[in-house]
């Protein structure tokens, strides 16, 4: 109760009037203001203090500096209450840096630290080379424990010890200064700025400063720290961000999630720290609760679609009594209605996962909060041409400052060498919470189609070049996810784009052998278009050769044939080629040999011909992009790696699937 008690500066200004032992009508006579005003600051009516009547309270308390500074900046609403009483319980216990060695300011660590011994011994390493380290990362990565961590342990190199500066309840820039003297006990001298005090004192000190939490005052975090490095060749700093300071000599560490189980061996998914640091929370939420055979597979999903974040994960971890790990990988999708009971004595930003990923979010300017809602449409990787096409041209600085700001990760080459960004799944989530709540869902979603309708485009005509196979393929490979839900997106929006979009895809479907897989999908997209047209006999001869794949030669047939029969009668194309070609090939799978040989010479004679193509091609023709034709007479392909010259194992002789896999 006494830390909600002087929450405010309505407790704040109780607490210091209750310890100078004086009512509210004598505060009100020492320091020459009505007993109103004492009285509805108390009682929360007004919560901030006009200048001058702040500072005839500080007088009237008796509050010597750096008190009495951080007073007046609570009663003007730029700071909390807590750091003022923080301060002063500093001063009562003689807390300055007249008190050498060991660690200052950090509060106490009440639950075991659990993992992230890379990091520790890499950012140390990085304090031992150079003056300024920079632990960057987003909300939740637990960025400060680490600092703590560090600190402990390189505290006893330094003759004055470690301090820690909180600055995340720091509102107005300008105080930072005078918040990190106050932390240090350093008094405030008349007529010099605090930052020229703070230069004076540590000239002569020799310590490790930690500055916690910088991002929204890091213009002036910065400028403090280039002075303090510039005139004190004894102080490193060490401080935590979710974006870089930017100043000269900075050795930036970019603090990544907890390591997370193999998905494909899930026997030792306890070996991995997102794995310990929740079974280690969990036993503390529920004494009942062992990592065993039954909770470690669902534990080891959990933590990864929680992107191995510690917050997140210590949140999950206080909902086992309630909920058990089941019922939490459930329900993780609403992850941010679930995710909401932190430790009370936290910072309200650190309460909910909803609140740490708000923080960050409000820290951008509205053109990088637009193009940040609209990229998390993308279920997984993009680069950043897709970016653009999706968010605007002018995307592109801005996702370099999102990586930046930590809500995406630095790209990564993928199997085709194109270089990648990636947003967490929670942040991916929270954007897609505003992109719906702004009403640019929709808008961003047929962007997204769009851009993958033109890679599919691009890709296909790559798979029928000798030379531009396996580039082709390794960028759709690259770009499965973000096919896959813009398929599902479009077969209900989107009809016409779905169909283009699959026809686009058949070609990598065979190549890959899935195009059996997606025979239902395939069916769906047909069964939209209108029968005869070109895009629906581009469905129903894939369908066929789909059919033929799952091994229903009498469907496949029907397939076939329905392209037959939709456009007889009209001049030689490839869709009638296609179907005959499909017609034969079945045909004789079935023993129909005399029907087959009767199609044959018809698929022949209605070749309507093309530079540079012949029938007796492996792979099919394409009517607009990629309509098959699949010749029955095959042509062995060799150059792809690993199986050259061999066909997919139970493939019919003429389908897609001829050519070896990669």
């Not at 109760?1 to 500066?9: P, Y």
């Not at 939490?213 to 490193?236: I, K, P, Y």
């Not at 280690?280 to 534990?299: I, M, S």
């Not at 309507?608 to 023709?621: E, K, L």
Request: hydrophobic share 45%; glycine share 12%.
């Amino acid at each position: 109760m006494a830390g909600q008690a002087i929450s405010g500066l309505a407790g704040l200004l109780r607490q210091l009037r209750a310890e100078a032992q004086l009512t509210q009508q004598e505060l009100a006579k020492a320091a020459g203001v009505s007993p109103r005003s004492v009285s509805d600051l108390e009682r929360g009516i007004n919560c901030t203090a006009r200048n001058d009547t702040a500072v005839r309270l500080a007088g009237a308390l008796g509050l010597a500096e750096p008190v009495r500074s951080l007073f007046v900046a609570a009663a003007l609403g730029r700071i909390q209450a807590a750091q003022v009483m923080a301060a002063r319980r500093r001063q009562a216990q003689g807390g300055s840096l007249a008190s050498a060695g060991g660690v200052h300011g950090f509060p106490a660590a009440l639950t075991s630290f659990v993992g992230r011994a890379g990091p520790m011994s890499e950012v140390t390493a990085l304090l031992d080379r150079g003056r300024l380290v920079t632990v960057i990362g987003p909300g939740g990565a637990g960025k400060t424990r680490l600092a703590g961590q560090v600190a402990n342990q390189v505290a006893g190199r330094f003759a004055d010890g470690a301090w820690l500066a909180e600055l995340a309840p720091v509102r107005d820039p300008a105080l930072v200064p005078a918040v990190v003297a106050a932390a240090l006990g350093v008094r405030e001298q008349p007529g010099v700025p605090a930052a020229g005090v703070l230069a004076r004192v540590l000239a002569r000190r020799q310590l490790l400063l930690v500055l916690d939490n910088c991002e929204h005052v890091a213009g002036a975090a910065a400028e403090l720290c280039a002075g303090l490095l510039a005139a004190c060749d004894d102080v490193r700093v060490l401080a935590t961000s979710r974006e870089p300071l930017r100043v000269a000599g900075e050795a930036r560490y970019r603090l990544g999630p907890l390591t997370l189980p193999d998905p494909h061996d899930m026997a030792h998914a306890a070996g991995s720290e997102a794995v310990a640091l929740f079974t280690d929370r969990a036993g503390r939420a529920d004494p009942r609760f062992t990592l065993d055979g039954q909770a470690g597979p669902a534990v080891a999903r959990l933590v990864r679609r929680l992107d191995g974040m510690p917050l997140a994960i210590e949140l999950a971890a206080a909902r086992m009594e309630a909920l058990g790990v089941t019922q939490l990988l459930d329900r993780i999708d609403d992850r941010f209605a679930l995710l909401t009971e932190g430790d009370r004595l936290a910072a309200d930003r650190q309460r909910s996962l909803a609140a740490t990923v708000e923080w960050s979010y409000q820290l951008l300017e509205e053109r990088e909060r637009r193009v940040f809602r609209a990229i998390s449409v993308f279920p997984a990787g993009f680069t950043l041409e897709a970016a653009e096409a999706v968010a605007g041209p002018d995307a592109g600085p801005v996702v370099l400052r999102l990586v930046d700001c930590s809500l995406l990760v630095a790209p990564r080459a993928g199997p085709d060498g194109r270089s990648r960004y990636v947003m967490l799944e929670t942040l991916r989530a929270y954007g897609a919470g505003l992109l719906a709540g702004a009403g640019e869902a929709d808008g961003a979603a047929a962007a997204l189609a769009g851009y993958a309708l033109r890679v599919a485009r691009q890709a296909a005509t790559g798979l029928q070049s000798g030379d531009g196979e396996l580039a082709a393929a390794r960028w759709l490979d690259a770009e499965d996810a973000t096919m896959r839900q813009v398929l599902g997106w479009a077969a209900e929006h989107d009809p016409a784009t779905a169909l283009r979009l699959a026809d686009a895809l058949g070609w990598w479907w065979s190549l890959r052998g899935r195009l059996a897989g997606e025979y239902s999908l395939l069916c769906q997209a047909a069964g939209r278009a209108e029968a005869g047209s070109g895009w629906w006999c581009a469905a129903q001869l894939w369908l066929g050769w789909a059919a033929q794949f799952r091994s229903d030669p009498a469907a496949a047939l029907g397939h076939f044939t329905a392209v037959r029969d939709a456009v007889a009668g009209r001049p030689p194309s490839r869709a009638l080629t296609g179907a005959l070609v499909g017609r034969a090939a079945v045909l004789r799978l079935m023993g129909r040999t005399a029907e087959a040989a009767g199609d044959a010479p018809a698929a022949r004679c209605r070749w309507p011909g093309r530079s540079g193509t012949r029938p007796g091609r492996c792979w099919p023709w394409p009517i607009s992009a990629s309509t098959p034709i699949m010749p029955a007479t095959t042509t062995r392909r060799s150059g792809w790696p690993g199986r050259p010259g061999r066909s997919r194992p139970g493939s019919p002789v003429g389908s897609p699937g001829c050519a070896a896999m990669c």
